[in-house]
């Protein structure tokens, strides 16, 4: 079965400093994985996703993600935060035979503080 | 391109009461899906479609049916709403190995 661990229900950072959301993740064969991130009141969006090739995926609004298969995790990072990165993000892992079936993590709330 | 509709956006039933919410996406995508969000739970795949007339079952799937009668259109029918189907739905399309697209969400509430 796939399971996706976020473990931080929340994660703070001032303006300006790097941020890092936590993701691993559990799947049989190969994974594809995926962050999405929601604002208030909104339905999800697309970040960005690892399907195959290089382990650093870089994505939308200036964020990038590692894959790192020995430790099964996919964290996502920002070099230089801003106030309007504050939303919730949600990892997604499925696997890659036949189509998707995603199963996603709790989620972790990012504030950006000014 | 509208990308995924999502109707109604707000939904109060009765115990018992039954009710479709529709969802249609204009990206000629094969897969679609409905997920629920519950606070602390993340998102939870419901039902799901891989293309039309073949629909198969996610992670919750009692008390919902879906059909897929063409490419474009994937309702979500809950039969006889109880309270623990307060939620947000969320209905999504997308193509194999790419990401999903999500609708804009419905918010129901089962008293």
């Known amino acids: 079965a796939q399971s996706v661990a976020q473990p931080e229900d929340q994660v703070n950072v001032a303006e300006g400093n790097p941020l890092t959301v936590k993701c691993t993740y559990s799947?049989?064969?190969?994974?594809?994985l995926f962050w999405y991130v929601q604002y208030p009141n909104r339905g999800l969006q697309f970040l960005l996703k690892y399907i195959t090739g290089d382990n650093l995926v870089k994505g939308s609004y200036g964020f990038e993600a590692e894959f790192n298969k020995s430790q099964t995790s996919f964290h996502l990072k920002k070099p230089s935060a801003l106030v309007s990165d504050s939303a919730l993000y949600f990892c997604?892992?499925?696997?890659?035979?036949?189509?998707?079936?995603?199963?996603f993590g709790t989620g972790t709330r990012l504030l950006v503080s000014p | 391109n509208a990308g995924v509709t999502q109707t109604p956006k707000f939904q109060v039933l009765k115990t018992g009461q039954s009710m479709t919410l529709q969802c249609a996406q204009d990206?000629?995508?094969?897969?679609m899906s409905w997920y629920r969000q519950d606070p602390g739970m993340g998102l939870r795949l419901i039902h799901y479609?891989?293309?039309?007339?073949?629909?198969d079952q996610g992670e919750v799937p009692n008390g919902y049916n879906v059909s897929r009668s063409t490419t474009e259109d994937f309702p979500l029918r809950l039969l006889s709403a109880a309270p623990s189907q307060t939620s947000v739905y969320f209905c999504?399309?997308?193509?194999?190995?790419?990401?999903?697209?999500f609708g804009p969400g419905t918010r129901l509430t089962v008293l």
């Open positions: 999504a399309s997308g193509a194999r190995r790419g990401e999903q697209f």
């Open positions: 997604a892992v499925t696997r890659n035979t036949g189509f998707q079936k995603l199963v």
């Open positions: 990206m000629n995508h094969e897969y």
């Open positions: 799947v049989s064969g190969n994974p594809y």
């Open positions: 479609s891989v293309g039309a007339g073949i629909t």
